[in-house]
C-alpha cells in the first residue's frame, strides 16, 4: 500500500476465513483504515492481489467487480447516513438503487432491518433528531439491507460511550450469528477487540508489515513482540473476563 513513492504497508499476507470476526489492529498512522479502502475497492493496491474466493478484484472486469461490491456492507466510522433523508429513506437507498423489489417491499425489508438493530418505531426520525450510538445502528441497519456476505466496519465504536460500544459489539455478534456474514472491523478498542473478535492481524508501523496475526485473546497470552503487547495490555483489566 503506497502514496506515490511512499509505501505504507509491504508484504502484507493474509486469509480472511468465511464465519470470522477479523480484526485489523494498529497503532496510529499505521495504515489500517488505508487497507479497508484497499479490501473494499476504493483504492488499487500499489503491488499484489485481493482475492475473493479465489477471483481476484482488481483483475476482474468492472461487472464482476460491480457483483462483488454488492455482497460487501460497509459500516462507516461516521455512520455516514444522508442527513436530509429518515432512517427509513437512507436503509431504503440501496434496496432502490439494486433491486426489482416493490414500495411496500423494500417499506417492509427496511422496518425488518431497522429493528434488528433496536430502532423499530425510529422510522421516521432524521439522522439529526437521534444520538450517536443510534446514528451507528442505523448505519449499520443500512449496511445489512442487502444480506451482504461481508461486513467491513471502521472503528464502529469511535464517539461511543462504553455503554453503546458494548451494546454495538453484541449487535455485531448477533448479526454475524443471524445472518452467516464474514466481518472485518478496524479498531484499536480493547474491550471489542477483544469481545468480538476471533481473528486479527496487527499492523506495526515502523516495519511496515504485519507483525502478529491470531485471535487477540491468545495473542494477548502468548505473544512476545513488545509492540503488540503493549497495544493489548494498555489496560490490565481489559482482557480478563472475556472468555
Not at 461516521?78 to 437507498?93: I, P
Request: charge should be negative.
Amino acid at each position: 500500500m503506497a502514496y506515490g513513492d511512499f509505501v505504507l504497508q509491504s508484504n502484507l499476507n493474509f486469509t480472511v476465513n468465511r464465519g470470522d470476526i477479523f480484526i485489523i489492529m494498529g497503532g496510529s498512522g499505521c495504515g489500517k483504515s488505508t487497507l479497508l479502502r484497499h479490501l473494499i475497492g476504493l483504492k488499487k493496491p500499489k503491488q499484489g492481489k485481493v482475492f475473493y474466493d479465489g477471483i481476484s478484484f482488481w483483475d476482474s472486469d468492472l461487472e464482476i467487480q460491480e457483483s462483488l461490491l454488492r455482497s460487501f456492507g460497509v459500516l462507516f466510522q461516521s455512520g455516514a447516513l444522508w442527513s436530509s433523508m429518515t432512517l427509513a429513506e437512507n436503509v431504503a437507498l440501496p434496496l432502490t438503487q439494486y433491486t426489482q423489489l416493490s414500495k411496500s417491499e423494500i417499506q417492509e425489508i427496511v422496518s425488518f432491518k431497522l429493528s434488528l438493530v433496536g430502532l423499530s418505531g425510529f422510522e421516521n426520525f432524521y439522522p439529526s433528531e437521534i444520538s450517536g450510538g443510534m446514528r451507528k445502528r442505523a448505519g449499520l441497519a443500512r449496511a445489512i439491507a442487502l444480506d451482504p456476505q461481508i461486513l467491513f466496519f471502521d472503528e464502529p465504536s469511535a464517539g461511543l460511550d462504553p455503554i453503546s460500544a458494548r451494546r454495538l459489539d453484541d449487535l455485531i455478534l448477533e448479526i454475524r450469528e443471524s445472518m452467516g456474514a464474514t466481518i472485518i472491523v478496524v479498531t484499536h478498542d480493547l474491550a471489542s477487540i477483544f469481545t468480538i473478535g476471533n481473528n486479527s492481524i496487527f499492523l506495526d508501523l515502523e516495519t511496515k508489515t504485519v507483525i502478529a496475526r491470531g485471535e487477540p485473546k491468545k495473542l494477548l497470552a502468548e505473544c512476545t513482540n513488545p509492540k503488540v503487547k503493549a497495544f493489548l495490555t494498555r489496560d490490565k483489566t481489559i482482557g480478563e473476563g472475556y472468555e
